[in-house]
């Protein structure tokens, strides 16, 4: 079993509800966030629940880069091992390229793209010294196209980071290293919750319930909940602009 854990952007939405549910199933936690606040109150919450579990917090903007690799290092050596290290923490801020929202659209491709990039640095550099190791990123459905209005920006960063991980697999195949990237579809969270109409939309619990049960399956790529994204998915991938513009 992959003992240790660290999640990025752990304090709220997607990292949050993974931790609690990867404690759930024995594992132990190094959660990293700029909210060090909703941190502790993760912490406190999840040791109510499952006192056995080890829980080390550290703060850290994914976007100050060096401090990326100083918090990856500082928890291996906390721990001793880091066994999967996911890299969740991301933004959903944009619009439409034009309509002056470039610093918005910026902030998003740094954090979800550039930030990833350091964050897969200082994984991987862990996992090769280690020689083993289950590298995660949280990736969109919205990476299977190009998407209009606020998600202009943000799918293209999910492609990137697909494109990212897929590379990352292929460089430690037939290593102990594996390399996964989740895509989940709409999950409720802080980054759309005042999203009315969105298809298809599980609440947090349920959605990660799927991505955790994904993710311990250590496959190449995952659609979650599968259904109906995986179908999703392959259809979005033909469908004529027209028809795309219904997704967002």
């Known amino acids: 079993m992959r003992k240790t854990i660290l999640i990025t952007g752990a304090s709220s939405g997607l990292g949050q509800g993974m931790a609690e549910k990867f404690a759930a199933r024995g594992h132990h936690l190094a959660l990293c966030a700029r909210r060090t606040d909703r941190l502790e109150e993760l912490k406190a919450s999840i040791l109510t629940k499952y006192p056995a579990t080890r829980i080390e917090l550290l703060s850290l903007d994914?976007?100050?880069?060096?401090?990326?690799?100083?918090?990856?290092?500082?928890?291996?050596?906390?721990?001793?091992?880091?066994?999967?290290?996911?890299?969740?923490?991301?933004?959903?801020?944009?619009?439409?390229?034009?309509?002056?929202?470039?610093?918005?659209?910026?902030?998003?491709?740094?954090?979800?793209?550039?930030?990833?990039?350091?964050?897969?640095?200082?994984?991987?550099?862990?996992?090769?010294?280690?020689?083993?190791?289950?590298?995660?990123?949280?990736?969109?459905?919205?990476?299977?196209?190009?998407?209009?209005?606020?998600?202009?920006?943000?799918?293209?960063?999910?492609?990137?980071?697909?494109?990212?991980?897929?590379?990352?697999?292929?460089?430690?195949?037939?290593t102990p290293i594996k390399v996964s990237c989740i895509h989940p579809g709409f999950i409720r969270t802080e980054l759309n919750e005042k999203v009315k109409k969105v298809p298809f939309i599980v609440d947090l619990d349920t959605g990660c319930a799927v991505l955790v049960k994904a993710i311990e399956k250590e496959k190449a790529n995952s659609y979650t909940p599968t259904w109906p994204w995986y179908v999703v998915q392959k259809i979005m991938r033909i469908l004529p602009d027209s028809m795309l513009r219904r997704f967002s």
């Open 62 to 174: 994914v976007n100050d880069h060096d401090a990326v690799f100083r918090v990856f290092k500082d928890f291996q050596t906390t721990f001793g091992t880091i066994d999967r290290i996911i890299i969740n923490a991301g933004m959903g801020k944009g619009a439409s390229i034009g309509t002056g929202y470039f610093e918005a659209n910026r902030e998003t491709a740094m954090t979800n793209f550039v930030a990833a990039i350091a964050q897969a640095e200082a994984a991987m550099e862990i996992f090769r010294a280690q020689n083993h190791g289950h590298l995660v990123t949280i990736s969109s459905v919205s990476a299977v196209r190009g998407f209009r209005r606020a998600l202009n920006v943000y799918s293209a960063t999910k492609a990137g980071l697909t494109t990212l991980t897929e590379g990352i697999r292929v460089d430690v195949q037939n």
